[in-house]
């Protein structure tokens, strides 16, 4: 379209319906033309995308929004529901029992993301480091390091249940009796280390894919400067690193925010050190109490997208690939 | 960037909440009121049930179809634990799939099923129900009435380390002080330096509910008295939890117990840190292994479970045939299950897959005793065996009593508070209504 932009004078695709031009009027049907056909070609990803995410996020609203009331008829024992709209489930996060386990997991799931974030940050940086020198076993070294994220979750937090079994190894390097999977602050952190453990190689990989493309020259004129590697790592490496860090953390926080699998299989469910905001929308769900489930669901979805906004916005995440074009 | 017209989005979420939240209202109702004698049409039905890990259930079913070759039994395999399987039998409930004819459930859904109506009621002069041990008809029963009918069953043992308890001569224990004081003669042997005593199923899950309830009624209580109402309150209920907690706090129960489901336990027993074991029969097999996995093979014998001041009572396990509501060809179905539960097929389940029978004449078949030496055992813990309680929010009332069973036993809670917070907490579940 530039080059057709260029020929023609500004004004002419400004004002579309002018009469007696033949040349914007066939450029115009073109263009219509084109964006019918884009809008062709898009409907299939947007059919796809508002079937498998939109429906879903609505569906999921509205049933928070439902309210049941159930009771046991007497002389059948059949169970009769009535439904109705009301907040009466965002209500109930706050009250009484179920506000409590609520306050909990909300609390579980936030330090989960904060200290796992944390910690993964700092050795997956410190991995991609490691794998960008030039050694002898480098090969080697990359595929190690990546082994870990190659595991299904389910599956690592298994081979995590024996480490922390009460015979495993854990117990045997710390010449500790620590029942790890029994309720209270190890349970936690036996999740935050296979968590940490599992995850640390991901934003390794990303930031290694950030190192690579930062341009030798830029090390060599620090060196002349007599720059020392540590002021060189700070002023350097980490702010040109930083797109691509900021990216990954972002990635592994919205996956900490919804972590399920892990506690559940490493700890056991109904554990309230470790239960989290899904364990406890899926164990409503198992209960057939769809509207808190749900009611616990959009919670969650409305946490991550703020956290979500928050990085972007603060730390200027580009998700989208806009890459340079952005700063123009 | 692409900035979405955020006014657009709004309304449409907003259209789309209105238009949904209005359907939402008409789909209340608990189903159809299930009547017996309602089973009509014949033709190819499904039995749905877990993964069939013995794989003999197809070979059970290929005899079926032979006879049958216009009313076949397709087998749909679910996953093989039962927290999924009753996710998709809810499921297809709840879409009113005809997809699963013949249900192979759990017997503590039996409630929640027969309730919700997903679940017909089924004909109980159709059945031999006077040839099955009572407590097992009684799991597939809800409001008194048939919704299910009992295939197999289970029940607790008491697996005891014999040749030890030969050293100091002594019988397997009929109570709890009894085993007491078998253990800490067992205790002072050389070769047993460093065993722990007993333990269970005490990890925060089913097999706590299951453990704490066998405590309870090994002490003369009861969970849940016959009129569903909750009774953990009663002082023998404390004397049964007093039990698990006094154990835990003077080594009875070694420590790692509080972690151990059946697979740990059993692993503890094998490897010979355990002089008591409350265990399911299917450990008898595996404990009894020569190829080296186990180092107590052949020194273990199975009694029933010791109680307070006489013989314990145990949980029952087991599984209930339902026919769903919403199938088709309901007519096959009924048939179906009565061949598929009856008497023979019992026996080719107890011959081949170790499946505990609930037929009581089974138990007294000379051939079978032979095979499963713990067969008779296992008929007296049944005898005195109870269903967990029967509630439509089980896993309401389960996780009820494992959390403040669990926080009794690891010392976050004293006995009597754990207790009332458990009574608290089981009346409302039950008196949801």
């Known amino acids: ?328 | 960037m692409y900035r979405p017209s955020w006014g657009r989005t709004v309304g449409a979420l907003v259209l789309a909440l209105v238009t949904g939240g209005v359907t939402a209202c008409g789909n209340g109702g608990g189903g159809t009121t299930a009547q017996p004698g309602q089973f009509e049409g014949r033709g190819p039905i499904t039995l749905a049930q877990g993964k069939d890990t013995t794989g003999t259930v197809q070979g059970q079913l290929d005899r079926w179809n032979t006879d049958h070759p216009n009313e076949k039994v397709t087998l749909a395999e679910l996953p093989e634990s039962a927290d999924q399987q009753r996710q998709q039998f809810i499921q297809n409930a709840q879409t009113k799939s005809d997809a699963f004819a013949v249900l192979n459930m759990d017997v503590i859904w039996t409630a929640e099923f027969a309730a919700n109506g997903w679940i017909q009621q089924l004909p109980e002069d159709q059945f031999p129900l006077g040839e099955m041990l009572p407590s097992t008809v009684a799991t597939g029963k809800y409001f008194n009435k048939l919704y299910a009918v009992p295939y197999n069953t289970n029940a607790g043992l008491l697996f005891y380390r014999k040749d030890l308890l030969d050293q100091v001569q002594a019988q397997p224990p009929k109570t709890w002080d009894e085993m007491q004081a078998t253990c800490a003669k067992v205790k002072a042997l050389p070769a047993a330096a460093g065993i722990g005593c007993y333990a269970g199923q005490f990890d925060k899950y089913e097999g706590l509910t299951v453990n704490f309830s066998e405590a309870v009624q090994s002490a003369g209580g009861k969970v849940v008295d016959d009129e569903g109402k909750p009774t953990v309150n009663s002082p023998e209920a404390k004397a049964g939890l007093e039990f698990l907690v006094n154990g835990f706090k003077s080594g009875l129960i070694p420590r790692d117990a509080v972690t151990y489901q059946e697979e740990p336990g059993r692993r503890a027993f094998q490897e010979g840190k355990l002089i008591f074991h409350r265990q399911w029969p299917y450990q008898w097999t595996l404990a009894n292994a020569t190829d080296g996995s186990s180092k107590v093979a052949g020194k273990f014998g199975v009694a029933p479970l010791p109680g307070k001041s006489g013989p314990g009572s145990s949980s029952l396990g087991g599984q209930n045939l339902a026919i769903s509501t919403y199938a088709k060809n309901k007519a096959t179905a009924l048939d179906f299950i009565k061949w598929f539960a009856n008497v023979e097929n019992a026996k080719k389940n107890l011959d081949s897959n170790s499946l505990a029978p609930v037929y009581s004449s089974i138990y007294s078949d000379s051939a079978l005793q032979q095979k499963f030496a713990y067969l008779s055992v296992l008929k007296q813990s049944l005898d005195s065996a109870v269903a967990r309680p029967r509630v439509v929010a089980y896993g309401d009332a389960t996780l009820a009593i494992q959390e403040n069973a669990y926080a009794a036993i690891t010392g976050a809670k004293a006995v009597d508070a754990a207790l009332a917070d458990m009574q608290n907490k089981l009346t409302e579940v039950t008196a949801r209504r």
Do not use: C
């Open chain 1, 1 to 328: 379209m530039s080059t057709e932009t260029r020929a023609r004078p500004p004004a002419a695709h400004r004002r579309p319906g002018r009469l007696g031009r033949a040349e914007p009027k066939a450029s115009d049907r073109r263009r219509a033309g084109v964006g019918r056909l884009a809008a062709v070609l898009l409907s299939p990803t947007l059919i796809t995308l508002g079937l498998v995410v939109g429906y879903p996020v609505v569906e999921a609203l509205r049933l928070s929004l439902t309210v049941t009331d159930q009771h046991i008829n007497q002389e059948t024992g059949l169970i009769e529901r009535t439904g109705q709209l009301g907040f009466d489930n965002y209500t109930g996060l706050f009250r009484g029992e179920s506000g409590a386990r609520f306050l909990n997991a909300l609390w579980n799931t936030t330090s989960f993301a904060l200290a796992t974030g944390t910690l993964v940050t700092v050795l997956g940086v410190l991995m991609a480091l490691v794998m960008h020198r030039a050694f002898r076993g480098r090969g080697l070294f990359r595929a190690a390091v990546l082994i870990p994220w190659a595991i299904p979750t389910a599956i690592s937090a298994l081979l995590w249940r024996w480490i922390f079994s009460t015979d495993g190894i854990a117990n045997d390097i710390l010449n500790t009796q620590i029942l790890w999977t029994t309720e209270g602050f190890h349970a936690w952190l036996s999740v935050v280390i296979a968590d940490t453990w599992k995850t640390a190689p991901f934003i390794g990989l990303l930031v290694l894919a950030g190192l690579q493309v930062i341009p030798a020259e830029v090390y060599e004129a620090a060196k002349v400067d007599g720059s020392s590697p540590w002021h060189t790592f700070w002023k350097i490496t980490l702010p040109l690193v930083k797109p691509a860090l900021v990216v990954a953390v972002l990635f592994r926080l919205l996956d900490l925010l919804r972590m399920f699998d892990l506690p559940f299989v490493l700890v056991g469910r109904g554990k309230r050190s470790v239960e989290t905001l899904s364990m406890l929308a899926w164990d409503d769900m198992q209960n057939l109490r769809f509207g808190p489930a749900a009611a616990y669901a959009v919670v969650l979805f409305a946490y991550t997208a703020v956290v979500a906004y928050l990085f972007i916005r603060v730390l200027g995440a580009d998700v989208v690939g806009r890459g340079m074009e952005g700063k123009r």
